[in-house]
C-alpha cells in the first residue's frame, strides 16, 4: 500500500489526482444535494409540532455534521503532517480550514433563524451553541495562525498543534446535549437504536447530508490544488500548466 | 408536492422568512466559498505567467546592456 500511496507526496501527482477528480465530484454533489433540498423543502411531510419551520433542518444538520467532519479530518491531516513531515499534509489541512469555517458559519445561522421562531431568541449563551461557536473560531484560529508565519513547513507546525488541541472541542459539542440543560434538542440520527424520525423525512435529510459532503469534497479539491500551486509557483510544472491552460482559455 | 400552490410554498406556514433565510445564508455561503477557490486559482496561474514575462524581460535588458557595453 505504501508503494500505491508513496507517489502523492509528491505535489504534481497529487494536482493531477484532484484534476480528474474534480468534475465527478462537482457534478455528482451539485446534483445530490439540489434534489435533496427540493424533496427536503417541496415534498417531505410536515412536522406536527413545528410545522414547516422544521424544514430548516435539510440545511441546518449536514452543515453541523459536516462542521465536526472537516474538522477531524483537518486534525487528521495535521497529525499525519507533524508526525511523518508529509508536506502534503498541512496543504491538505489548510484546504479544509476554510471549508469547514464556511459549513460551520451557516450551521451558526441557520440555527439563528431556527431558534427564533422555535425558542423566540436569535442566539442564546447555551453549551450546543457555544461549543459550535467555539468551533468557528478553531478554524479561524488555525487559518490566522498558518497565515502568520513567513516560513510555510513552520506555520504548517503550529497550525497543526492547534488543530490537534482542539479537537477536544468536538466531543463537548456531541454530548453538550446531554450534559448540561440546553434549549437545543436530543440527538436524533446519531444515538443508539432507531432514529426518532419517519423514514419519509429522514431520507431527504441523509441525502442532503450526503450532498453536503460531496460538495465540500469538491471544493477541497480545488483548494487543494491551489495551495499545491502556491507552494510549487516556481516549479517547471506549475510553468508549464500555467501556459497550457492560458492557451486553452485563449483559443475559445 | 406537499404544498398546494407556489403562494403557501414560499409562506412556508408562516414561516417564511426563517426558512429562506436559512437555505439563502447556506447557498450563499457555499457559493462565496466556491467563488474564492475558482478565482484564487486563476489569480495563481495568472502570477504564474507574469513571473514568467518578467523573467523573460530580466533576460532581455540584461542581454541588451551587456550588447551596449561590447560595441
Not at chain 1, 444538520?61 to 502534503?88: C, D, E, N, R
Not at chain 1, 443508539?192 to 459532503?213: D, H, N, T, V, Y
Not at chain 2, 406537499?2 to 429562506?20: A, K, P, R, T
Not at chain 2, 433565510?21 to 477557490?37: N, P
Request: net charge positive; proline share 4%; aromatic share 14%.
Amino acid at each position: 500500500m505504501w508503494k500505491w500511496l508513496h507517489p502523492y507526496a509528491k505535489t504534481e501527482r497529487s494536482y493531477q489526482l484532484c484534476q480528474r477528480l474534480l468534475p465527478w465530484f462537482s457534478v455528482l454533489g451539485l446534483t445530490v444535494i439540489l434534489f435533496a433540498t427540493v424533496w427536503g423543502l417541496a415534498f417531505a411531510p410536515t412536522d406536527y409540532q413545528q410545522s414547516e419551520a422544521y424544514r430548516i433542518i435539510y440545511v441546518h444538520v449536514p452543515s453541523a455534521v459536516l462542521s465536526k467532519s472537516l474538522y477531524s479530518a483537518m486534525a487528521i491531516a495535521a497529525f499525519i503532517g507533524l508526525v511523518w513531515q508529509v508536506k502534503t499534509s498541512f496543504m491538505a489541512m489548510m484546504a479544509l480550514a476554510p471549508i469547514g469555517a464556511t459549513v460551520t458559519f451557516v450551521s451558526l445561522v441557520t440555527g439563528a433563524a431556527w431558534g427564533k421562531p422555535m425558542w423566540g431568541t436569535w442566539w442564546e449563551w447555551d453549551a450546543r451553541l457555544t461549543s459550535q461557536l467555539i468551533l468557528l473560531f478553531l478554524f479561524l484560529g488555525v487559518i490566522s495562525l498558518y497565515k502568520a508565519f513567513e516560513d510555510k513547513q513552520q506555520a504548517g507546525k503550529a497550525a497543526g498543534v492547534m488543530a490537534i488541541v482542539g479537537v477536544i472541542n468536538l466531543p463537548i459539542i456531541h454530548y453538550s446535549v446531554q450534559w448540561w440543560n440546553t434549549l437545543h434538542q436530543g440527538a436524533t440520527i446519531m444515538k443508539l437504536g432507531k432514529p426518532s424520525m419517519p423514514p419519509e423525512m429522514l431520507w431527504p435529510l441523509l441525502l442532503s447530508i450526503l450532498g453536503w459532503a460531496i460538495v465540500c469534497g469538491a471544493v477541497f479539491l480545488l483548494r487543494m490544488q491551489n495551495e499545491i500551486l502556491q507552494r510549487d509557483l516556481r516549479r517547471p510544472w506549475v510553468v508549464a500548466l500555467a501556459n497550457k491552460s492560458s492557451t486553452l482559455s485563449e483559443g475559445k | 408536492m406537499h404544498f398546494e400552490d407556489f403562494s403557501s410554498f414560499f409562506d412556508m406556514g408562516g414561516y417564511g422568512l426563517y426558512v429562506w433565510l436559512s437555505f439563502g445564508a447556506a447557498a450563499l455561503s457555499l457559493l462565496v466559498l466556491w467563488l474564492d477557490s475558482f478565482f484564487s486559482k486563476r489569480t495563481l496561474l495568472t502570477q504564474v505567467l507574469n513571473e514568467q514575462a518578467r523573467q523573460v524581460r530580466i533576460k532581455a535588458a540584461a542581454e541588451q546592456t551587456r550588447n551596449g557595453e561590447t560595441i
